[in-house]
């Protein structure tokens, strides 16, 4: 297993095309909140420089791949959480026995656990090996009609 995945040194971990292939089949993403100009999944993204937590995802159905082993986690869950209008989908560590797992996906979300480990990417699009956690993919349906 590839140590780089227990550190924090990289925290954009490209995500598998096999698995946003199906997901992206399954939901027509329209926005890929937390990317970078050489890993975006959608059209539209929002990088770094953008700063995804500071924009709107109303009326978008996201993908999201946060950052991990930051700070910043949480705030990208609850964000997904919160959305008015929309849909959410985003690629965590399946971590139930967070605070951020019981404050906004549990009871809120559809939760998909995914078997076995994930192989993530590394940065260069290289295989980074399996996940040294078990991941499961959020989605949060915010389909509110305006009247």
């Not at 399954?26 to 420089?49: G, M, V």
């Not at 609850?78 to 019981?102: F, N, P, Q, Y």
Request: charged residues 25%; aromatic residues 12%.
């Amino acid at each position: 297993m590839d140590n780089v995945l227990y550190s924090s040194k990289i925290t954009r971990w490209r995500t598998p095309p096999s698995l946003f292939g199906k997901l992206n089949d399954e939901f027509h993403f329209t926005l890929d909140a937390a990317a970078s100009d050489d890993n975006a999944l959608c059209r539209n993204y929002y990088t770094k420089a953008t700063d995804g937590l500071a924009q709107s995802w109303d009326g978008e159905t996201v993908f999201c791949n946060p950052p991990y082993g930051t700070r910043l986690t949480d705030a990208w869950v609850r964000k997904g959480s919160e959305i008015k209008r929309g849909i959410c989908v985003m690629l965590l560590a399946a971590r139930t026995d967070t605070r951020r797992w019981h404050r906004w996906i549990q009871w809120q979300a559809e939760v998909r656990l995914l078997p076995g480990r994930v192989h993530f990417l590394n940065p260069d699009g290289s295989d980074a090996g399996p996940a040294p956690f078990p991941s499961a993919v959020v989605i949060w349906h915010h389909l509110w009609k305006e009247r």
